[in-house]
């Protein structure tokens, strides 16, 4: 049944329970800063052996999302979400023998099952969101709903700082460090499964798949969500990168010369700012188009990154972090504009934009290359690039005419 036409299945209970997931999967997302330091003493790896964490966790995304997206089609989305929970549960709690036997193939692997689940989550969570309630107010839910994602992001450092980062005298000793905060993290998520299986969530969508499903086109016929999957890869990539080598920015002598700790609490702000700014975002997409508002968003993180690559000193600094409140809407925003008219093709579309989260990979590779060739400053030109092209996609990109399920051979452009 659709949820508009039955007041009785309105989402009472729905925002407050996804809101829930999405600082859920934050904290446990922003968790892998703290593991790679971590584990980078514990098992005494090099920094290319380090960053196999983030390609574990963000591989995840770009295998599993589209046979998620058939998942979720499957199954829905409240089930897809209930599997997804359980699923990253089980990744959390193989963390327990992966201390137990002190093998970093271990984490990889419990890393990799616990980002396959998060990566379901967000394959039905996403655009569950963006269908419950207005079409014209879907941006303004995903932003709402990604602020507490943001808010996640920042309290889950200060959590692993607090239970993992501990001044233990042994190898064995810190290799456990991760047991009692990992199974806790898995109790959290079972326990949110058997709520989520409990309450009754409104079923949206359901009725236009089954008019569309053996009609509509592909979702890769879809231009503005070609565009889009490019957009989150850049944006995804972008975010990451710059947050990868703030601290290396902010301990050179040549921008603060601050000490890597120092620089690592300066680093809550670039997370923190996109948490203010979904917030600020979210308000404000009441007044503003969603695409009217990432435009200038966007024009400001480039404004941003040229000065910072030009200006030095603690003028670079401010610079970089305050990206992080011009970051604020864009995941949402490209998301869920991606997503409009897609129909029966919704879920499907979702996981091509899940899977487009490797850029967060990627990027920074790129980034780090150019960074050895050419210096660390000008490197930045990588995320600069990202960012024009964000810019495009929230000017022009989202208006590309769209194929109508229904009839194929029409095509209509989106004001």
Not at 267 to 296: C, D, E, N, P, Q
Request: include cysteine; proline fraction near 5%.
């Amino acid at each position: 049944m659709n949820a508009s036409t039955h007041p009785s299945q309105q989402p009472r209970f729905g925002m407050p329970l996804l809101t829930a997931l999405f600082f859920g999967w934050g904290l446990i997302t922003s968790l892998n800063d703290v593991l790679i330091p971590h584990l980078k003493a514990v098992f005494s790896l090099n920094y290319v052996q380090a960053m196999l964490v983030q390609f574990c966790f963000f591989g995840a995304y770009f295998l599993v999302s589209l046979p998620a997206g058939a998942a979720v089609r499957r199954w829905g989305y409240q089930r897809g979400m209930v599997i997804g929970l359980v699923i990253a549960a089980i990744g959390c709690a193989l963390f327990y023998p992966a201390a137990t036997f002190q093998t970093y193939g271990w984490f990889l692997g419990a890393l990799f099952v616990l980002a396959s689940g998060v990566t379901l989550l967000q394959v039905a969570a996403n655009p569950y969101v963006t269908l419950l309630g207005p079409e014209e107010e879907a941006s303004r839910r995903l932003t709402w709903t990604q602020a507490f994602n943001s808010l996640g992001t920042t309290v889950g450092p200060l959590f692993g700082a607090a239970l993992i980062l501990t001044a233990a005298e042994s190898v064995a000793a810190d290799a456990q460090a991760v047991r009692v905060p990992y199974l806790g993290l898995a109790a959290a998520l079972l326990a949110i499964a058997v709520v989520l299986m409990v309450v009754r969530l409104p079923k949206v969508g359901e009725t236009q798949r089954a008019q569309t499903v053996d009609t509509a086109p592909p979702a890769w016929r879809y231009r503005h969500l070609v565009l889009g999957v490019v957009a989150i890869f850049v944006y995804v990539g972008a975010e990451v990168s710059i947050g990868s080598f703030l601290v290396s920015v902010m301990s050179s002598p040549d921008v603060a010369g601050l000490s890597g700790s120092d620089a690592g609490h300066m680093l809550a702000l670039y997370w923190g700012g996109a948490m203010v700014g979904r917030f600020l975002g979210a308000w404000a997409m009441k007044r503003i188009s969603a695409a009217r508002l990432m435009t200038g968003c966007a024009v400001g993180a480039v404004v941003l990154l040229t000065v910072a690559m030009l200006a030095g000193g603690h003028v670079t600094m401010w610079a970089l972090l305050a990206i992080g409140l011009c970051n604020a809407i864009m995941f949402p925003t490209i998301f869920s504009l991606a997503l409009e008219r897609l129909g029966s093709r919704t879920e499907q579309g979702s996981g091509l934009l899940c899977m487009a989260i490797v850029g967060g990979a990627l990027v920074p590779l790129v980034q780090g290359a150019l960074a050895d060739s050419h210096g660390l400053m000008p490197s930045f030109v990588v995320p600069l690039v990202c960012y024009i092209y964000i810019t495009y996609y929230a000017a022009r990109g989202h208006r590309v005419a769209v194929i109508e399920p229904a009839t194929r051979a029409t095509a209509a452009v989106r004001t």
